[in-house]
């Protein structure tokens, strides 16, 4: 039989981190997700002939399974109409969107996967979902579950926590 807890030991609070555990902790996140992002950009160069930019357009396209305008993609990828004008304007020459005039204004252009783009897009997701399992491989599934757990909690706080700008 396990002894009772010590009534001020359960209540005693979590210490808090200090400044410089939070920025290594923030670094360290960060080391993680460049060391992730510039491995997909590569191999999806290498193996596919495309940018991450690229992919993240035609992800978005078919996530949505509908045609986009240029300003809702780049709202969508949270990035500049002129970021995404120049994305787009090289996946129509490689034949893999297509633009399409909006039937309610001759200003606005669809932007839509075409049948080749849908097909070498769910070939290169399928890959790319092999390489980030191979990234993380070494991990038991208990520590995936553990890590994805911990890195819910601090994204909901993060997002949920007011955020004040400090005057230096």
């Known amino acids: 039989m396990r002894p009772a807890r010590d009534s001020a030991h359960a209540t005693q609070a979590t210490p808090a981190l200090t400044g410089k555990q939070s920025l290594r902790l923030w670094l360290r996140l960060l080391a993680c997700e460049n060391i992730i992002e510039n491995?997909?950009?590569t191999a999806l160069r290498d193996h596919f002939n495309v940018t991450l930019p690229?992919?993240?357009?035609?992800?978005?396209?078919e996530y949505l399974g509908k045609p986009l305008t240029m300003t809702d993609l780049s709202k969508r990828l949270m990035v500049s109409n002129?970021?995404?004008?120049?994305?787009v304007d090289r996946l129509v020459r490689d034949g893999l969107v297509q633009r399409q005039p909006s039937g309610s204004d001759r200003r606005v252009n669809l932007i839509s996967l075409t049948a080749r783009g849908l097909d070498l897009f769910r070939e290169m997701?399928?890959?790319?979902?092999q390489w980030v399992a191979d990234m993380f491989s070494d991990l038991g599934a208990e520590e995936v579950s553990q890590l994805g757990s911990l890195l819910n909690r601090?994204?909901?706080?993060?997002?949920?926590?007011?955020?004040?700008k400090h005057a230096p």
């Open 154 to 164: 601090a994204h909901e706080f993060l997002k949920s926590k007011p955020w004040e």
């Open 125 to 129: 997701a399928a890959q790319h979902e």
């Open 54 to 61: 690229q992919f993240d357009v035609l992800a978005e396209l």
């Open 39 to 41: 491995r997909l950009r």
């Open 82 to 87: 002129g970021n995404v004008t120049g994305v």
